[in-house]
């Protein structure tokens, strides 16, 4: 099976776990509050769906749609997607949304929401209990971090061990150390055995989002994990465990150091020199056309020594919603970056999502992952745009403080202007996609 393929199925799968969880929150709501929900849909059915089925003595047809962008349930009497006028110019019924009290449509319409949440705090949960958490503190990163220019402009140098930013000690390399570094006023680092403070200029994530180049990678030496079959590192003899150290002569510490070495030399033979089992040896490798020889390097958690915390069944709970809960404060801190024109030109829609997905099949990473996107969902869904959940939040929280209803024609008004800028949003997105795919 194909790269593609298995991240194609990976991202249906999960967003299809997304989508009827997310639904169901909405549907046990109403259904708790007596309210008729008329459709429960998996994607979306303009003109025909691919599966439908009505129970004997339900009021819901469930079914499967043929666009996979979503989902939806109808709820009679409310002002949604589906745009029905008819009905709601029909007088309202005692099992209708809007016969209902404000609060109970309230909980109605966040019950997507919360149940989305409840989804990433379970996942998280049993993730930590099946998995555990092992992780690489940056402290036992010996070696240091490798920095991208816009870093090293900022006043990072290779081979800085990341220590703590505005004195909050930074543990492990991700999301919410990057945030914590570009909001800090100055980074501790470990330089050639001595602490040394980098003052952080505001417009660091700025400029990082701009180059396009990321902030940092692990430092590591260049240690044969694996020869692809048939390449050129298999054929120059290189096997699991040798240590190259120089290209042509030239000093490569690091594999960043000899990655940049080969990019040197396209089509062209090498002279490498590599430790195998403490003695230094040599041998002739064809670099291709892409500036490779075909192997993988040992990576930085079979290098330094990792941290791995355990959890019991229980304890498992709080933890997966201390990590639920800083997964969505790490997305809101970097959603305001949405908003220049670095951060929009980054968007990218199913495209760009299924890219975080490995190209091997592997439960754990697509458990974290799934979990990851139902923060997202969340998220994006309270945000106060009309034809979002937030959006009808928006006018219940209205109707609740001043005791009177919006307008239903101004609601269906604001339902199509929302409906229109979610289009425009997902066309620009994946066209971002496509343009990526094509140029870079």
């Given amino acids: 099976m194909n790269e593609f393929l298995i991240k194609a199925l990976q991202l249906i799968l999960s967003l299809s776990i997304l989508v009827v969880i ?8 109403a259904r708790l509050f007596k309210i008729k929900v008329e459709k429960f849909y998996l994607f979306f059915d303009p003109w025909f769906a691919l ?19 979503g989902g939806y349930v109808k709820i009679a009497g409310m002002i949604d997607e589906s745009m029905d006028k008819e009905q709601m110019a029909q007088p309202p019924q005692p099992w209708e949304f809007r016969s209902k009290p404000a609060w109970q449509r309230l909980l ?3 019950g997507g929401v919360l149940f989305n949440l409840l989804l990433a705090f379970f996942i998280y949960s049993m993730v930590l209990f099946t998995w555990n958490d092992t992780y690489l ?12 220019q816009v870093a090293l402009d900022a006043g990072f140098q290779d081979g800085d061990i990341l220590l703590s930013a505005d004195d909050r000690e930074l543990q492990r390399f991700g999301v919410s150390t990057l945030l914590s570094v570009v909001r800090a006023n100055k980074v501790t680092v470990l330089r050639n055995g001595q602490e040394t403070t980098v003052n952080i200029s505001p417009d660091l994530m700025r400029n990082i989002m701009a180059s396009g180049e990321g902030f940092a990678t692990y430092r590591i030496p260049t240690i044969v994990h694996s020869t692809q079959e048939g390449s050129a590192a298999e054929r120059a003899g290189l096997t699991s465990g040798d240590k190259i150290v120089s290209v042509n002569g030239i000093a490569t510490p690091t594999f960043g150091d000899f990655r940049r070495q080969l990019q040197k030399h396209h089509n062209e033979i090498i002279n490498i020199d ?14 291709n056309e892409e500036g490779i020889i075909g192997f993988t390097p040992l990576s930085e958690r079979r290098i330094y020594e990792t941290v791995t915390d355990k959890f019991g069944f229980f304890q498992s709970f709080p933890a997966g919603i201390r990590m639920g809960i800083q997964t969505l404060r790490d997305y809101v801190n970097q959603f305001r970056y949405v908003f220049t024109r670095e951060g929009a030109s980054s968007l990218g829609g199913f495209g760009a999502i299924g890219n975080l997905f490995p190209a ?4 754990h990473s697509f458990w974290l992952m799934t979990a990851f996107l139902s923060v997202i969902l969340a998220f994006m869904n309270i945000l106060p745009i009309p034809a979002l959940d937030g959006g009808h939040v928006l006018f219940l929280l209205y109707e609740v403080i001043s005791g009177r209803k919006p307008n239903e024609k101004f609601q269906e008004y604001a339902q199509i202007a929302g409906m229109i800028l979610l289009i425009g949003l997902v066309l620009y997105a994946n066209g971002m996609d496509i343009f990526r795919a094509i140029f870079n």
């Fill in 360 to 363: 091997q099949w592997n439960w």
């Fill in 22 to 29: 997310h639904e169901l929150g909405h549907f046990l709501f």
């Fill in 108 to 110: 109605v319409m966040v």
């Fill in 51 to 69: 599966f439908r089925y009505k129970p004997k003595n339900s009021d819901t047809e469930y079914g499967l749609g043929w666009l996979p962008l």
């Fill in 274 to 287: 590599f430790y195998r089992n403490n003695a230094l040896q040599t041998t002739n490798v064809q670099v």
């Fill in 137 to 148: 503190p940056l402290k036992n990163v010996t070696m240091g971090m490798e920095f991208s």
